[in-house]
């Protein structure tokens, strides 16, 4: 997955569609239609506002709150309003999405206005046979890579086992943290020093815009996605998975071209296997 570029790539998720928990139907955002530098003279966007945000320690106030005073494009107290993108413009004081247009206004079912940082650990292992030999994809020759996928409980997509980064926190924490809530129930045990060490290490694939169903036109997610490997399957590849938090399952699953994930979640998957030039 290249870099996202405003202007030149039109995210698909989130248009022409229901908002997600919602009966809200997006406003109608043709392909011609999706820059804010293309006129669409009849866009006349629904605003959504969650319920379920009200009052929430982690959701930002409506921007007519008087008390809302936030520092846009900035680190705002312990709220990072950066975008990895870039400087995101400003209007009728409300952030406005640098991908263009998503067919409904407001912040939806996403706590914060403008960017919303989420970090996704994508936790890999080798495919291994009962003699403990990695198996060969048969078409490619190449090894094939097992990735930790959890079943999303609010839409039953498969994804990567990822998650929003607390305000103040840093996005290493966040990579466990949401690791270990999503796939083991918190339930290190006796292997806490071992998750310490593999969880240290890993590897930046990206970090950006994701096309995700939530966003709309004042509210966006972008995520900092990084590989932990385990290469002999010693650590985590012997891990018990159990779901936790915001699962319904988790396992083991075989990654190639045929598989369909979350929001962007293929397109990140697919740069650790060509990275680690495993079968797709």
Request: overall charge negative; charged content about 25%; glycine content about 8%.
């Given at each position: 997955?290249?870099?996202?570029?405003?202007?030149?790539?039109?995210?698909?998720?989130?248009?022409?569609?229901?908002?997600?928990?919602?009966?809200?139907?997006?406003?109608?955002?043709?392909?011609?239609?999706?820059?804010?530098?293309?006129?669409?003279?009849?866009?006349?966007?629904?605003?959504?506002?969650?319920?379920?945000?009200?009052?929430?320690?982690w959701a930002d106030l409506d921007v007519d709150d008087p008390s809302f005073g936030a520092q846009w494009n900035e680190l705002d107290g312990k709220v990072n309003r950066v975008s990895f993108v870039g400087t995101y413009e400003i209007r009728d004081s409300c952030p406005v999405n640098p991908f263009g247009r998503t067919g409904i206004r407001g912040r939806g079912i996403l706590g914060r206005w403008g960017p919303n940082h989420a970090a996704d650990p994508v936790v890999t292992r080798w495919k291994l046979d009962e003699a403990g030999t990695p198996?060969?994809?048969?078409?490619?020759?190449?090894?094939?890579?097992?990735?930790c996928a959890i079943e999303r409980l609010d839409c039953g997509?498969?994804?990567?086992?990822g998650g929003m980064v607390d305000a103040g926190e840093k996005?290493?924490?966040?990579l466990r943290r949401e690791f270990l809530e999503e796939t083991m129930d918190n339930d290190a045990g006796e292997m806490a020093g071992e998750?310490?060490?593999?969880?240290?290490?890993?590897t930046e694939i990206y970090k950006g815009y994701v096309d995700d169903p939530r966003n709309t036109?004042?509210?966006?997610?972008?995520?900092?996605?990084?590989?932990?490997?385990?290469?002999?399957?010693?650590?985590?590849?012997?891990?018990?998975?159990?779901?936790?938090?915001?699962?319904?399952?988790?396992?083991?699953m075989d990654v190639?071209?045929?598989?369909?994930?979350?929001?962007?979640?293929?397109?990140i998957v697919k740069r650790v296997v060509d990275m680690l030039e495993a079968h797709w």
């Amino acid at each position: 997955m290249a870099r996202i570029i405003p202007g030149i790539f039109k995210h698909s998720r989130c248009r022409n569609s229901v908002y997600p928990q919602s009966d809200v139907r997006r406003y109608p955002v043709p392909d011609e239609s999706v820059f804010w530098t293309q006129t669409y003279a009849d866009y006349q966007p629904p605003v959504h506002e969650s319920p379920v945000l009200q009052g929430k320690e982690w959701a930002d106030l409506d921007v007519d709150d008087p008390s809302f005073g936030a520092q846009w494009n900035e680190l705002d107290g312990k709220v990072n309003r950066v975008s990895f993108v870039g400087t995101y413009e400003i209007r009728d004081s409300c952030p406005v999405n640098p991908f263009g247009r998503t067919g409904i206004r407001g912040r939806g079912i996403l706590g914060r206005w403008g960017p919303n940082h989420a970090a996704d650990p994508v936790v890999t292992r080798w495919k291994l046979d009962e003699a403990g030999t990695p198996v060969l994809h048969p078409a490619s020759g190449k090894r094939v890579l097992q990735m930790c996928a959890i079943e999303r409980l609010d839409c039953g997509e498969w994804a990567i086992p990822g998650g929003m980064v607390d305000a103040g926190e840093k996005v290493s924490a966040t990579l466990r943290r949401e690791f270990l809530e999503e796939t083991m129930d918190n339930d290190a045990g006796e292997m806490a020093g071992e998750v310490e060490r593999f969880f240290a290490a890993g590897t930046e694939i990206y970090k950006g815009y994701v096309d995700d169903p939530r966003n709309t036109d004042c509210a966006w997610m972008e995520t900092v996605a990084v590989n932990f490997h385990d290469e002999e399957g010693s650590v985590v590849g012997r891990f018990p998975l159990h779901a936790g938090d915001d699962a319904a399952k988790v396992r083991w699953m075989d990654v190639g071209e045929e598989v369909k994930l979350y929001a962007s979640h293929s397109n990140i998957v697919k740069r650790v296997v060509d990275m680690l030039e495993a079968h797709w």
